[in-house]
Each structure stands twice: as structure tokens, then as C-alpha cells.
């Protein structure tokens, strides 16, 4: 009793408290789950272009895209190539402190306009789904760490929650999986608390248990130990300078390296700092999204560092080069985002009725201590 008690003390000091901040991960993951669908339908027809023969080669589209960054007074750090024949090349510029998106026609090398209505609202989302608002507001990532350590007192609150409502009669299925309409109050609230929990138990460990690989860095560490994956050995970079890389030299490697392979969805991004490789990271024609190969290359002279395949990963590089797939549920396809999509939506019930749940058994408790105060004085 008096350890089932413990948990429960537990249990809803960390939900009125950090459940706050889950809340707002909830809400913010559960609202980019569509993101790119969202963001199609926004733009309408400024991503798509008219298929006019073959679209132009790499290094030209890229020569285009430097050029577009040297009259805005920026430079290039995205190049994002979709699939369907008939998209837009998304170009992401950074111009001092701004980002700015542009949409190139692939076959004709004309910028078009719009195309990014939306982006910038969707990477403010993440950015507060993440902890990363406090970077722009207040130029620290405190609130980075505190998002972070809440992905691990979700953990706690998931099998806290299973401990707290295991029922003396586990073949009671009911008492699982339907919430007790006829309660009210208090009553009702633990009910629609305990059951909505355990449907989406399963699915809130994958959220977090996934989240905390892009938190900690220990934890990939331990992830990959167990998984067996080895560590990628590839070369030093000649120079730590940031440099513009000769982009007809970069594509020529990217082609070497990927002889004999038909590339479906291309992303090149170009380094931030002097000491990051150019990466680009492509998909086979006809594999899934989630399939990604990833090919490091040094900037200042366009040699090859690394170049990993999916295909050639044992099954836990594989599992964990889909990570960010598996929290947001597409890697089980539309189902599994919808249900990804709805767990995330459930944070914030849990939070609500957390707190109507302790509000009402504070009330209840100060009632009872008025009395005992009334029949003492009676007394």
C-alpha cells in the first residue's frame, strides 16, 4: 500500500508539473504530423512545373541556385529534389540571420514564385516542439534540456500509469478497455484518464523512446551498441575552412559512387560550419522514402569521405537510420501516422484531467479538514 502510494505521488507530481511541457509536445507533434501533405494543398500549383523533356543537369540546377544566393547576399544550404518528375526544387537560402525557400523549374532553371506559404510556420512548430524557442527568444537552450529530460519522464508516466491502474482481476476487460459512463465527477474523469492510457501506452513509449534518440547522445550511443551497428570510419577533412564547394566536382563524385543506381528523391546540403562535410543523401527509384543512403563528401576538394547504404545495413542500422520516421508513425504507413497523430493528441486530455482530477481531490480534502476544524471547535 504504502509503495502504491509512493507512485501515485509520483505519478501526478510529474503530470501537473513536466505534463505541461509534454502537453505542449503533444500538441505541436500531433500538428506537423501532416506537415508536408498540409503544405502541398496550401501552395497549390506553385511546387509543380510542367515536364518539358529532361530536366536539367545537377550541376547547372546547382550553378542556378549560387547564383540566386549571390543576388540575395546569401548562400546555399538545402537543395531538396523531389521524386515525381513534375515537382519543384526546393532551395533553402540562409541570408544573414533569415532563412529564405525558393522553388526552382528543373527543366527550364526560372525561379518561381511562392511555393513556400507555410514553411516558416511548421519550423516554429518544431521548434517549440523541440525546446528550440529559447534559443531565438532568449539565446539559451535551457529549454532544450527541459524538453528533453521530459521525453524520459514520459517513460516514467507510461509505466507508472500501468502500475497504478493494474487491475486485482486482470482478465477484467472491461475494466481496460471501456471507460464507466455511468460514473461521475472524479469518478469518471479516472476513468476516461486510465482507459484512453491504456490504449495509447504502446504507442506514447515509441514516441518517447524514439524522441530521445535525437536527444541525447548517450542514448543513440546505447541504442547502436546494442544493435550492433559499427561506427562509420570515413576521412579527415583537409580543411576546416568554410568554402564554397566546386559544384560540377561535387555532382561528379555523387556519380561515381552511385553508378548503376537510378536516384529517386535527392537532398544535398551544404555545410553550415568549416568543419561539416557536404552531405548528400538520396533514395533509390522505386524504394521507400524511408530507405535513405547517405554519401559525406569534403567540401574544399569534392572527395568522397563515406558513403553508406541502406541496402548494405544490417537490420539495426536500418531500424535506426528510420528513426525519425518511426516517431512520426509514416514509417508504418498512413495508419500509423493517424495513430502516432492521436497518442500525441492524448497528452494534453491526460494533462487536463490530471489536474481537474487533483484540483477536485484538493477540494474535497479541504472540506474534510473544515469539518474536522468545525468538530473540534464543537467539541
Same mark, same amino acid.
Given at each position: 500500500?504504502?509503495? /502504491?502510494?509512493?507512485?501515485?505521488?509520483?505519478?501526478?507530481?510529474?503530470?501537473?508539473?513536466?505534463?505541461?511541457?509534454?502537453?505542449?509536445?503533444?500538441?505541436?507533434?500531433?500538428?506537423?504530423?501532416?506537415?508536408?501533405?498540409?503544405?502541398?494543398?496550401?501552395?497549390?500549383?506553385?511546387?509543380?512545373?510542367?515536364?518539358?523533356?529532361?530536366?536539367?543537369?545537377?550541376?547547372?540546377?546547382?550553378?542556378?541556385?549560387?547564383?540566386?544566393?549571390?543576388?540575395?547576399?546569401?548562400?546555399?544550404?538545402?537543395?531538396?529534389?523531389?521524386?515525381?518528375?513534375?515537382?519543384?526544387?526546393?532551395?533553402?537560402?540562409?541570408?544573414?540571420?533569415?532563412?529564405?525557400?525558393?522553388?526552382?523549374?528543373?527543366?527550364?532553371?526560372?525561379?518561381?514564385?511562392?511555393?513556400?506559404?507555410?514553411?516558416?510556420?511548421?519550423?516554429?512548430?518544431?521548434?517549440?516542439?523541440?525546446?528550440?524557442?529559447?534559443?531565438?527568444?532568449?539565446?539559451? /537552450?535551457?529549454?532544450?534540456?527541459?524538453?528533453?529530460?521530459?521525453?524520459?519522464?514520459?517513460?516514467?508516466?507510461?509505466?507508472?500509469?500501468?502500475?497504478?491502474?493494474?487491475?486485482?482481476?486482470?482478465?477484467?476487460?472491461?475494466?481496460?478497455?471501456?471507460?464507466?459512463?455511468?460514473?461521475?465527477?472524479?469518478?469518471?474523469?479516472?476513468?476516461?484518464?486510465?482507459?484512453?492510457?491504456?490504449?495509447?501506452?504502446?504507442?506514447?513509449?515509441? &514516441?518517447?523512446?524514439?524522441?530521445?534518440?535525437?536527444?541525447?547522445?548517450?542514448?543513440?550511443?546505447?541504442?547502436?551498441?546494442?544493435?550492433?551497428?559499427?561506427?562509420?570510419?570515413?576521412?579527415?577533412?583537409?580543411?576546416?575552412?568554410?568554402?564554397?564547394?566546386?559544384?560540377?566536382?561535387?555532382?561528379? &563524385?555523387?556519380?561515381?559512387?552511385?553508378?548503376?543506381?537510378?536516384?529517386?528523391?535527392?537532398?544535398?546540403?551544404?555545410?553550415?560550419?568549416?568543419?561539416?562535410?557536404?552531405?548528400?543523401?538520396?533514395?533509390?527509384?522505386?524504394?521507400?522514402?524511408?530507405?535513405?543512403?547517405?554519401?559525406?563528401?569534403?567540401?574544399?576538394?569534392?572527395?568522397?569521405?563515406?558513403?553508406?547504404?541502406?541496402?548494405?545495413?544490417?537490420?539495426?542500422?536500418?531500424?535506426? /537510420? &528510420?528513426?525519425?520516421?518511426?516517431?512520426?508513425?509514416?514509417?508504418?504507413?498512413?495508419?500509423?501516422?493517424?495513430?502516432?497523430?492521436?497518442?500525441?493528441?492524448?497528452?494534453?486530455?491526460?494533462?487536463?484531467?490530471?489536474?481537474?482530477?487533483?484540483?477536485?481531490?484538493?477540494?474535497?480534502?479541504?472540506?474534510?479538514?473544515?469539518?474536522?476544524?468545525?468538530?473540534?471547535?464543537?467539541?
Amino acid at each position: 500500500m504504502a509503495k /502504491s502510494r509512493f507512485w501515485f505521488q509520483a505519478h501526478w507530481l510529474v503530470g501537473i508539473t513536466a505534463g505541461v511541457v509534454l502537453a505542449v509536445m503533444g500538441f505541436t507533434g500531433a500538428m506537423m504530423s501532416f506537415q508536408d501533405q498540409i503544405l502541398d494543398a496550401l501552395n497549390g500549383d506553385a511546387r509543380q512545373v510542367e515536364v518539358k523533356g529532361e530536366r536539367l543537369a545537377m550541376p547547372v540546377l546547382l550553378t542556378q541556385a549560387q547564383a540566386e544566393a549571390d543576388r540575395i547576399g546569401g548562400r546555399v544550404r538545402l537543395v531538396s529534389v523531389p521524386p515525381q518528375g513534375d515537382g519543384a526544387i526546393r532551395v533553402l537560402f540562409l541570408a544573414g540571420d533569415d532563412e529564405v525557400i525558393r522553388y526552382l523549374n528543373p527543366y527550364t532553371g526560372d525561379w518561381h514564385s511562392g511555393g513556400a506559404t507555410g514553411e516558416h510556420f511548421f519550423e516554429l512548430l518544431e521548434e517549440i516542439h523541440r525546446g528550440f524557442i529559447t534559443d531565438r527568444l532568449a539565446g539559451d /537552450s535551457v529549454g532544450r534540456r527541459i524538453f528533453d529530460a521530459s521525453a524520459i519522464l514520459l517513460v516514467g508516466l507510461v509505466l507508472t500509469g500501468l502500475y497504478l491502474r493494474w487491475p486485482r482481476r486482470f482478465t477484467n476487460w472491461r475494466n481496460w478497455f471501456v471507460i464507466e459512463t455511468r460514473l461521475r465527477g472524479r469518478g469518471f474523469l479516472y476513468s476516461m484518464h486510465a482507459v484512453i492510457g491504456t490504449y495509447v501506452l504502446p504507442l506514447l513509449l515509441v &514516441s518517447a523512446l524514439t524522441g530521445l534518440y535525437f536527444a541525447y547522445e548517450w542514448y543513440g550511443d546505447m541504442l547502436e551498441k546494442l544493435t550492433g551497428v559499427q561506427p562509420v570510419v570515413e576521412a579527415e577533412l583537409k580543411s576546416k575552412e568554410l568554402v564554397a564547394p566546386d559544384v560540377t566536382q561535387v555532382w561528379n &563524385s555523387v556519380e561515381t559512387v552511385t553508378a548503376g543506381h537510378a536516384l529517386g528523391k535527392i537532398v544535398i546540403r551544404l555545410p553550415k560550419a568549416g568543419d561539416e562535410p557536404l552531405r548528400v543523401q538520396y533514395v533509390d527509384v522505386g524504394a521507400p522514402l524511408t530507405d535513405v543512403n547517405t554519401i559525406k563528401i569534403d567540401p574544399s576538394d569534392s572527395q568522397v569521405l563515406s558513403h553508406q547504404r541502406y541496402e548494405d545495413k544490417q537490420a539495426g542500422g536500418k531500424l535506426l /537510420s &528510420s528513426m525519425l520516421a518511426i516517431h512520426k508513425g509514416s514509417y508504418f504507413g498512413l495508419v500509423g501516422t493517424v495513430l502516432l497523430m492521436l497518442s500525441s493528441l492524448a497528452l494534453p486530455l491526460f494533462v487536463i484531467t490530471g489536474w481537474m482530477m487533483y484540483l477536485d481531490r484538493r477540494r474535497v480534502e479541504e472540506r474534510a479538514r473544515k469539518r474536522q476544524a468545525a468538530s473540534a471547535a464543537a467539541a
